[in-house]
């Protein structure tokens, strides 16, 4: 088992920052890739906003493409997210995930969510 706890969200003015972590605890040796996932508002799907590997290679949705980054602290367990230049569009909530690869019964792991809000 992976526990994953999101901190970080709040409410920010349209071209303003926040940054979100997650630190992970129980089994970390297991994980291959963090990522972070966002639930807009009246949507029922989570869409990927950016992740990165063990090994620190990185992938973005193209909407956060250079306003965002995600980096790692691997000896503290814990991925962030910075968000630049922010948009109402990037308004939900943001869930940390990880993905620990196959041949466990359990394979993806979720936090409970931080929320994000971008006023105009």
């Known amino acids: 088992q992976v526990h994953l706890v999101e901190s970080g969200g709040g409410l920010v003015q349209s071209g303003g920052s926040l940054r979100l972590s997650c630190v992970a605890s129980?089994?970390?040796?297991?994980?291959?890739?963090m990522g972070w996932y966002r639930q807009a508002p009246g949507k029922h799907q989570r869409e990927l906003v950016a992740?990165?590997?063990?090994?620190?290679?990185?992938n973005y949705a193209d909407s956060v493409m250079r306003r965002f980054t995600i980096s790692a602290d691997n000896a503290k367990d814990t991925v962030y997210l910075q968000m630049d230049n922010l948009k109402p569009e990037d308004t939900g909530v943001y869930y940390c995930?990880?993905?620990?690869?196959?041949?466990?019964?359990?394979?993806?792991?979720w936090g409970q969510g931080t929320q994000v809000t971008v006023s105009s």
């Open positions: 129980g089994s970390t040796y297991r994980i291959h890739v």
């Open positions: 992740s990165i590997t063990v090994s620190g290679r990185t």
């Open positions: 995930n990880t993905d620990t690869g196959a041949g466990w019964s359990e394979r993806y792991f």
